[in-house]
């Protein structure tokens, strides 16, 4: 799924920006207009969701409660946060949230269960932390309803634990520089799992290749209405939006200024053009150390909650690492594009999951979560 880059354009575009708002009244004029609400500025939001917490130990429905807070710092497609917890005496039970899922990037559920199983990943990570052993027990009348037991065990900080409050989809360039041969060890190490393994492309000219996919899925996607009013109602385009909804696609987190809801609307028809994403996959993929292609065997929502599984341990290891990782998935999305980029990566019937770039470089502000009681079932 793209995220949109038409305020890039917005550093030589400025006059015009600039005398768009003159002749409709001034910035200032807007602001003290606007409707909106500002609950809290965004930084003080976003630094009270993103931290380590402290609970007592022994007060065990506060660290249940705190396992949940951990899970929801997961990434999820679009940031729709597309989950609901239950929490037990000794479980904790996950379930696909549908009424956020995203019919048209999304029709058959795959990203809305790798994020599940993003969750699920982070949720485990953090109960080992807090002494309690986390196992995925798939409740087989449901579609994707998933129990994780928790049994007292030796608390164990793992790095990966650590590095949940750090973790970020970063759409920023990266540094172009290689990473090591023992970091990418490390990757694959954390991004393989059960029936799940990962391709990497370091050599330039395989990546290049890879980019040609991105464009032309990224094309289909751009020509399609329903994706692009789709994408549109996840995009948080002022600060205050993104407060009051805690979930989608915050514009600053994709390198974007953020502006007032209805210019931002505005804009986003003038510059979310094929040719403005085109261009800017082609600069972030060269400007990236490699790509992970995740792959799995299965093509199940079990098989997909292992993939989103694997591929937070692989975000977390990044993290760790002091390496960015961004994904760019329209060669996996389309679907009449995805047996093509399949036979490239030369993985016959399997199914290719998720395409991440990564590499060293600055970071973006952090995306928004809604509070733990609004995904507690
Ligand atoms: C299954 C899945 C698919 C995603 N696809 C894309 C993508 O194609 N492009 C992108 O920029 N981000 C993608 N993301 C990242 C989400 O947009 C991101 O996780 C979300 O906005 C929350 O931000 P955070 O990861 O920085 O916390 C995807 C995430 C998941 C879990």
Redesign the pocket.
């Known amino acids: ?3 949109p880059s038409m305020f890039n354009h917005m550093m030589t575009r400025r006059r015009f920006i600039i005398s768009s708002m003159a002749a409709i009244g001034g910035l200032a004029t807007v602001s003290a207009c606007s409707p909106e609400k500002n609950p809290g500025s965004y930084m003080d939001v976003a630094s009270g969701i993103w931290r380590h917490g402290k609970v007592e130990a022994g007060n065990r429905s506060a660290v249940l409660r705190e396992l949940v807070r951990y899970a929801t ?7 729709t946060q597309c989950w609901k917890f239950r929490i037990d005496d000794r479980s904790i039970s996950i379930f696909p949230d549908f009424s956020r899922r995203c019919p048209v990037v ?1 029709p058959d559920d ?3 269960f ?2 599940i199983g ?1 969750a699920m990943e982070n949720l485990i990570q953090a109960a080992s932390a807090n002494g309690l052993d986390g196992n995925a027990v798939f409740d087989p009348s449901s579609r994707g309803n998933v129990r994780v037991s928790l049994e007292p065990t030796n608390a164990v900080v793992t790095p990966l634990f650590k590095a949940i409050p750090e ?5 920023a360039e990266y540094d172009r520089k290689p990473i090591s041969m023992n970091e990418l060890a490390m990757l694959e190490r954390e991004g393989t799992g059960k029936g799940v393994r990962i391709i990497f492309l370091t050599e330039r000219a395989a990546m290049e290749s890879l980019l040609d996919y991105v464009v032309q899925g990224n094309t289909a996607q751009m020509n399609d209405s329903a994706f692009v009013e789709e994408l549109k109602a996840w995009i948080r385009f002022s600060e205050s939006d993104a407060v009051r909804r805690g979930d ?3 514009s600053a ?2 390198g974007n200024p953020s502006v007032p809801s209805w210019l931002g609307s505005l804009l986003f028809g003038l510059f979310f053009t094929e040719k403005n994403e085109n261009d800017k996959y082609a600069k972030q993929v060269r400007s990236s150390a490699g790509i992970a292609v995740f792959v799995s065997e299965g093509e199940n929502p079990e098989q997909w909650i292992e993939v ?1 599984r694997c ?1 937070e341990r692989f ?1 977390l290891q990044c993290t760790a690492l002091g390496i960015r990782n ?5 060669p996996v ?1 389309v679907a009449a594009l995805r047996p093509q980029f399949g036979a490239f990566l030369g993985i016959g019937e399997h199914r290719p ?3 991440v770039r990564f590499g060293r470089g600055s970071g ?1 502000p ?2 928004l ?1 809604r509070p733990v009681e609004d995904v507690l079932a």
């Open positions: 799924m793209p995220q710092l997961a990434p999820s497609s679009h940031n999304d795959h990203h809305l790798v994020s993003c973790r970020q989809s970063t759409r989608g696609l915050y987190s994709s989103g591929y975000a961004a994904m760019l998935n329209q999305e999951d998720l395409v973006l952090q995306s979560r």
